[in-house]
């Protein structure tokens, strides 16, 4: 079976799903950023008071799926499959056949090129299989999000570790795109409702609440060494790349519809997202002399001031279009 080449869009900002829907967009010959046309959110649950809830548990992206971006803009799908692996490894095999690659959500802990290796149970992680080896038994894929090498995986670790597999529908038809709905859409979603606060205030609240109640040891508790994935430095780290998604985006429209006055708007969404990771920096600090109220207080000064910073953005954006 002849292996399906595919040119790899990697970029560290998107996880391992948004890395195969960009490398797929391009594949299929389109410009990949309309799937960041909603990724400018957040959303923090102020109201629980649950204390056995995390606090990096109740931020929300509140971003638009990339999935729902992927059927809406570009008229394809992602079908998402559970097997028997005995059964799944005939089904993906077929739809190679067609010429056309195959996602599946891989465990890490049966990953042997991996750190998590027989370490740590982390699924579902999508992965692009684009071949099977029959002769030495193994699947060619990449795993995106980590590297842009090909990667084999044994039928035996695929086994173990595979429990769903993807199979994209090319059947529907890209879109004309109306630039000035999509972002006035993006900015309404950033406004609230009558039952949801605005995202900035949203990051008020959660700035208040981490200065009086952060607990850093019980947030990253259970992560050992991997202190990246609790969620309250993952979740802040995807809310730094969606201010980067939403950049890329506006840059977009700029050259491709000659929209010049959007171009300083993404520069300043790209200051955004670095502030959000200069407070996730912060919090890696915190780690190590817990309880510092004055890094906690430093924390909470920069959620208030990247969130006026950012509802100011929206206020001039909304003004001109």
């Known amino acids: 079976m002849d292996k399906i080449d595919i040119k790899l869009f990697h970029t560290p900002i998107l996880n391992c799903i948004e890395n195969i829907q960009t490398s797929v967009v391009s594949w299929k010959g389109y410009h990949h950023e309309l799937l960041f046309s909603e990724s400018w959110g957040f959303a923090f649950d102020s ?3 649950d204390e056995k809830i995390l606090l990096g ?3 929300d992206r509140n971003e638009r799926s990339m999935l729902e971006l992927f059927k809406e ?4 799908e992602i079908n998402f499959h559970s097997e028997k692996n005995e059964n799944m490894l ?3 095999r077929a739809v190679l056949e067609t010429g056309n690659p195959v996602v ?3 465990d890490v802990f049966w990953e042997p090129w991996g750190e998590f290796y027989q370490e740590f149970h982390h699924y579902p992680n999508a992965r692009l299989v684009v071949g099977i080896d029959e002769k030495n038994e193994v699947l060619n894929y990449y795993a995106i999000i980590n590297s842009k090498e090909e990667l084999q995986l044994s039928f035996e670790n695929f086994g173990n570790g595979c429990g769903m597999y993807g199979t994209f529908d090319f059947s529907g038809k890209k879109k004309d795109l109306d630039w000035k709905k999509e972002v006035r859409k993006s900015l309404s979603r950033l406004e609230g409702n009558m039952d949801t606060e605005s995202a900035f205030d ?3 609240h959660f700035a208040d609440v981490l200065e009086n109640e952060l607990d850093i040891v019980k947030e990253i508790e259970g992560y050992n060494t991997h202190t990246w994935v609790a969620p309250i430095m993952l979740n802040t780290t995807w809310v730094a790349n969606g201010r980067y998604k939403f950049a890329e985006f506006l840059k977009y429209i700029t050259e491709h519809f000659q929209a010049d006055e959007l171009l300083d708007f ?3 969404l790209i200051q955004a997202g670095d502030t959000w990771n200069t407070i996730n920096d912060i919090l890696t ?4 002399v817990p309880g510092n109220r004055s890094l906690m207080s430093k924390i909470a000064s920069r959620i208030k001031e990247v969130a006026d910073f950012e509802e100011n953005i929206a206020t001039k954006m909304k003004g001109i279009i």
């Open 104 to 106: 599946i959500g891989m």
């Open 285 to 288: 600090k915190l780690m190590f």
């Open 73 to 76: 803009h570009y008229g394809m």
């Open 266 to 268: 993404s520069t300043l």
């Open 57 to 59: 548990k109740r931020i």
């Open 202 to 204: 949203s990051m008020r």
């Open 47 to 49: 109201k629980c008071t």
């Open 90 to 92: 005939s089904s993906i």
